[in-house]
């Protein structure tokens, strides 16, 4: 029998549905192993550790919803299952598919077109901590198979760049030889763990995170059924160190804290959890009421997730983090899920039970600092928005080696620190990193400088952020002098790599129009008296449609603003912004004269 095609327009309530029907069909038709992905199975109910992913997808479908492009290339085939093909694709020197660009990620490997016409790889280094001859051999490594210098990045990682395909496996297979890692540190995984740069050295810590972010770190590589998230997901540790590691922006912000004797529960030092930061869309991790022993926070922390495998939205990649799914349903009852999935309750205190946490110092990731090891001292080292060629790693290693205890340890402010170095060592240590041509002196304008990979190399971004950060501070710095401190952000894109709206001055990248025509420039949008930590909040925005060549002069004159009107030496440029809206700060700034 002819069936004839309807000649009819559905409406988009007719689609929804008739898509739900097949795909209702096509259910039924997996359960009685008549085909699809479990065919021959005879069972519907999906298994092996990608078990709660394809339920949260099925139900999507069943909804008569769409899956996100993303969430079909997994459901095609698993990144992981694709290894030889990858291998194939750097035999032939060929760029990979707009899917396997994606599934690629899961290794590591970003191609960047039309940027640049290759990779860029990021590792997985835990608490930032790598030994010196894994630093020299990463120099080794870019030397032959990439550009050859790194950044360190805003997660206190390292992304090598100018990876040929033909390079990519050989690349990777590397990293893992120098016993580091590069899996997981890209799309819909749990990205590197941050935790305190001063763990274990630092005078005023409350506890050592390395320990714990090592083990959430080897808990991620060793169950596969935590990849493949609805979106990317950050994870924290902050040891209340001088150092900030900026744990509120996180989608879980484990903070050590010393809970108060009488509150019923053991006093001593705890986790203070925190959910849902993503500054990015304006929202920082949310206070809970709950702490967790250090000993469990693998454990809470996989729960969480969990939840989020099952919740997140997989339809809408704009609102697939845990933020949106707490903003859903409300806290708690997001927190009784995690109870759930945890199988017991978490601990909830009063903020009274909770005593104050010792303050950041926010140069202390630059120069010599005491440690709390008599005799010995961290130094902090100077790169210039985070670059740092081959010779120089090769040169910091050494350092590290002879002067120091042999570890390197990234901060999120895009450098580096030496630790373990004598007393007695400091001066060559300093005289050694000044040959190789950098420094451990930075002005407050150049020591919180700060820009994401920018146009030159990321297809996202609206702005070339490192060339006009740099030009920034070439700028400002004979011009202005600042003896408070001060964060200066540029970031590409809404991703905000960078972290524009935490910061006392904060540029988003844009395409700023000109003329009468339809042409544009690139530039910025302003944003001022952002903040982190106990001084957590999201910036004001004070000039739109900047173009980038006046950045510099814009960013000279705000400061002169804040110079000529702060109440008092001691005011910081983040109080003096917050005293103001961003018409009149924009007002102060355009009175003064640029130089």
Request: glycine share 10%; net charge negative; charged share 25%.
């Amino acid at each position: 029998m002819k069936i004839e095609p309807l000649s009819v327009d559905f409406s988009d309530e007719q689609k929804r549905y008739l898509e739900g029907f097949a795909t209702g069909l096509q259910i039924s038709k997996v359960g009685r192993g008549l085909g699809g992905a479990s065919a021959g199975k005879g069972n519907a109910e999906p298994s092996g550790p990608e078990a709660a992913h394809i339920k949260a997808q099925d139900k999507v479908l069943a909804s008569g919803k769409k899956l996100a492009d993303q969430e079909k290339f997994k459901r095609d085939e698993h990144p992981f299952d694709a290894y030889s093909r990858l291998k194939e694709q750097a035999h032939d020197n060929a760029p990979p598919s707009p899917a396997d660009n994606f599934r690629w990620r899961y290794y590591g490997l970003f191609y960047v077109a039309p940027a640049q016409d290759s990779y860029m790889c990021r590792l997985r280094i835990p608490n930032g901590i790598l030994k010196h001859w894994q630093l020299s051999g990463m120099a080794d490594l870019a030397e032959r198979l990439c550009g050859p210098f790194s950044h360190v990045t805003t997660r206190a990682n390292l992304q090598v760049r100018e990876i040929p395909p033909k390079h990519a496996v050989a690349l990777i297979e590397g990293i893992q030889d120098l016993g580091l890692c590069s899996r997981g540190s890209g799309a819909d995984n749990i990205r590197n763990v941050t935790g305190t740069p001063t763990a274990g050295i630092d005078p005023q810590e409350l506890l050592d995170t390395r320990e714990y972010a090592r083990e959430w770190h080897y808990h991620i590589l060793n169950d596969r059924s935590l990849t493949g998230l609805p979106r990317k997901f950050n994870v924290a540790f902050d040891g209340a160190g001088k150092i900030a590691v900026l744990e509120d922006t996180n989608d879980i912000a484990f903070a050590a804290i010393e809970v108060n004797d009488g509150f019923g529960v053991e006093p001593g030092i705890w986790f203070r959890l925190g959910i849902g930061g993503i500054t990015g869309h304006k929202d920082f991790a949310r206070e809970t009421g709950i702490i967790v022993r250090p000993a469990d926070a693998t454990k809470v922390a996989d729960a969480i997730v969990r939840v989020f495998i099952d919740l997140g939205d997989r339809t809408n990649r704009l609102k697939a983090r845990l933020k949106y799914v707490i903003d859903g349903m409300g806290m708690e009852k997001f927190l009784t899920l995690v109870e759930e999935k945890l199988g017991q309750a978490l601990t909830r205190v009063p903020g009274e039970a909770l005593a104050p946490r010792p303050a950041f110092d926010r140069m202390a990731h630059i120069g010599v600092h005491q440690q709390k090891q008599e005799g010995l001292n961290w130094i902090g080292v100077a790169l210039p928005l985070g670059k740092v060629t081959c010779e120089q790693m090769h040169g910091l290693a050494k350092i590290a080696h002879d002067l120091g205890d042999g570890d390197i340890r990234l901060t999120v402010w895009q450098n580096l620190l030496i630790p373990g170095v004598r007393d007695e060592n400091v001066g060559l240590a300093v005289a050694a990193i000044e040959a190789i041509g950098l420094s451990t002196n930075a002005s407050q304008i150049r020591a919180g400088l700060i820009a994401c990979t920018g146009n030159a190399g990321c297809k996202f971004a609206a702005s070339d952020t490192k060339r006009h950060a740099a030009a920034i501070g070439d700028w400002c710095e004979p011009r202005v002098e600042i003896n408070t401190p001060l964060n200066i952000h540029l970031t590409g894109c809404h991703h905000s790599c960078a972290q524009h709206y935490i910061s006392d001055i904060g540029l988003i990248g844009a395409k700023v129009p000109v003329g009468e025509e339809d042409d544009t420039v690139e530039g910025y949008h302003l944003f001022a008296g952002g903040g982190f930590g106990p001084n957590a909040d999201v910036g004001q925005e004070v000039y739109h449609d900047l173009r980038a060549e006046d950045a510099p002069k814009t960013v000279e004159k705000l400061l002169k603003a804040y110079l000529a009107h702060r109440a008092s030496p001691d005011e910081t440029f983040l109080t003096f912004a917050r005293r103001h809206d961003g018409e009149t700060l924009r007002q102060l700034a355009e009175a003064e004269a640029s130089t």
